[in-house]
């Protein structure tokens, strides 16, 4: 069956691999279809930079799955991109032809710069059309993408090898949680966010927002399990902060909203998170909803729209 009115974005990020199918309703996508594929690339990734067998493996199955809900929408429909252990992986020449023949659709391997730009999209239009100058900050499997803007404006981008899942492997590879392997995991996020600092404080921002799996999963936690509403403060943190050191494993964490494919890079995204609250002195954060998947479909509609006129 022939979809001309459908659009299509796909994010193949660090963590999970999503999908979103839409119709273009003057401009703003109308839901179809959301799938979410929890693959974990960044953890097939070995010393080497080697994407494992195992996990190519895994991720062709995936991007099988999302390939047959595209049958039928137009290839200019259709923008598939791909992230940060896309971007370092040695082999990756060896997988992308082959995950390109499994979604049955191009894969573009976006650059950090772009990637942010598509996330402050996603995000802007999910929050109030305000004019005020703010970050926002979306820390992914492999990488953390940090924005200033102001409305849908971006002004200036990061992209910081900082990820939840590269994170939790270096730093709780055994799942054990321990003051010293926090204290470690949030000095390193200090030091890798040390270049920016300066840049940033001259930026005048006056609101953070996060967005995407880590910020949206730490948010979920905080407010099912009565820590706060529906976002981050340096007071949370500092409670759940008591709950992972109490618990000791990541396996042995009993909180509300912790969901299973969350549950292996809790540590290494708290530390993210704890860290980047100490190096910008953070009291609150925001969170969205939107972030580099809408983002992506936005700019469908807006070429779309574009080509129209």
């Known amino acids: 069956?022939?979809?001309?009115?459908?659009?299509?974005?796909?994010?193949?990020?660090?963590?999970?691999?999503?999908?979103?199918?839409?119709r273009n309703d003057h401009g703003r996508p109308l839901p179809l279809i959301t799938l979410k594929e929890t693959v974990r690339l960044a953890a097939g990734l070995s010393e080497a930079g080697q994407l494992s067998g195992e996990i190519c493996d895994e991720a062709l199955?995936?991007?099988?799955?999302?390939?047959?809900?595209?049958?039928?929408?137009?290839?200019s429909h259709v923008r598939a991109v791909a992230t940060n252990t896309f971007r370092v992986a040695s082999?990756?020449?060896d997988f992308l032809?082959?995950?390109?023949?499994?979604?049955?659709?191009?894969?573009?391997?976006?650059?950090?710069?772009?990637?942010?730009?598509?996330?402050?999209?996603?995000a802007?239009?999910?929050?109030?059309?305000?004019?005020?100058?703010?970050?926002?900050?979306?820390?992914?499997?492999g990488s953390t993408e940090i924005i200033v803007g102001r409305g849908f404006d971006a002004h200036w981008m990061a992209s910081v090898q900082l990820g939840c899942v590269t994170w939790s492997q270096r730093y709780f590879p055994d799942g054990?949680?321990?003051?010293?392997r926090l204290a470690q995991a949030e000095a390193a996020t200090h030091a890798s966010l040390a270049p920016y600092l300066d840049e940033l404080s001259r930026h005048g921002w006056q609101q953070v927002v996060g967005t995407s799996g880590t910020a949206r999963s730490l948010?979920?936690?905080?407010?099912?399990?009565g820590f706060g509403p529906f976002n981050l403060t340096a007071g949370s943190l500092a409670r759940l902060r008591?709950?992972?050191?109490?618990?000791?494993?990541?396996?042995?964490?009993?909180?509300q909203g912790l969901r299973a494919d969350r549950r292996p890079v809790l540590a290494g995204g708290f530390a993210i998170m704890a860290g980047m609250f100490a190096a910008l002195q953070l009291e609150q954060m925001d969170i969205t909803l939107g972030g580099l998947r809408d983002g992506v479909m936005y700019d469908l509609l807006h070429r779309a729209e574009g080509m129209k006129r």
Do not use: C, W
Request: charged share 20%; proline share 6%.
């Open 1 to 22: 069956m022939h979809h001309p009115k459908q659009f299509a974005a796909i994010d193949l990020g660090s963590n999970s691999f999503r999908l979103q199918i839409a």
């Open 61 to 75: 199955a995936a991007l099988q799955r999302f390939g047959t809900r595209l049958a039928g929408i137009p290839v």
């Open 91 to 93: 082999n990756i020449g």
């Open 97 to 122: 032809p082959l995950a390109e023949r499994a979604l049955g659709f191009p894969i573009e391997v976006i650059n950090g710069h772009e990637e942010a730009r598509l996330i402050y999209l996603g």
């Open 124 to 141: 802007a239009h999910s929050l109030p059309d305000g004019q005020l100058p703010r970050i926002v900050i979306d820390i992914g499997g």
């Open 176 to 180: 054990v949680i321990t003051p010293e």
């Open 219 to 225: 948010a979920d936690i905080v407010q099912l399990n």
């Open 242 to 255: 008591e709950v992972l050191l109490r618990a000791g494993h990541v396996e042995r964490v009993n909180l």
